[in-house]
Nanobody, 121 residues
Framework: QVQLVESGGGLVQAGGSLRLSCAASGSSFSANAMGWYRQGPGKQRELVAIITSPGITLYVDSVKGRFTISRDNAKNTAYLQMNSLKPEDTAVYYC???????????????WGQGTQVTVSS
């Protein structure tokens, strides 16, 4: 079972930037697609970015052009660079391994504690 630890969140003003990290345990990191999710106040958890094993990236429309997902397989770590942050990006951010099943990407592993991102206006 892969364990995931998110870090890098904080309080930032609108227009600012943050870089989130997701450290994964285990030897199968490079073989897994990784996803970043977020859950805002009173909202359902949503998938915002994916990076596949070969490095293909996908984004939800609301973050395209502002967020960049990347991975360093040597460090078993995935990243989410967030630029031009908006108040509506305020959420707890989580990472997970993901798998395309049926017609959508699904989380595969256990959830970590997440990291809080708060964007002030």
């Amino acid at each position: 079972q892969v364990q995931l630890v998110e870090s890098g969140g904080g309080l930032v003003q609108a227009g600012g930037s943050l870089r989130l990290s997701c450290a994964a345990s285990g030897s199968s990191f490079s073989a897994n697609a990784m996803g970043w999710y977020r859950q805002g106040p009173g909202k359902q958890r949503e998938l915002v970015a994916i990076i596949t094993s070969p490095g293909i990236t996908l984004y939800v429309d609301s973050v395209k052009g502002r967020f960049t997902i990347s991975r360093d397989n040597a460090k078993n770590t995935a990243y989410l660079q967030m630029n031009s942050l908006k108040p509506e990006d305020t959420a707890v951010y989580y990472c997970n391994t993901v798998l395309y099943s049926g017609s959508s990407w699904q989380p595969r592993g256990s959830w970590g504690q997440g990291t809080q991102v708060t964007v002030s206006s």
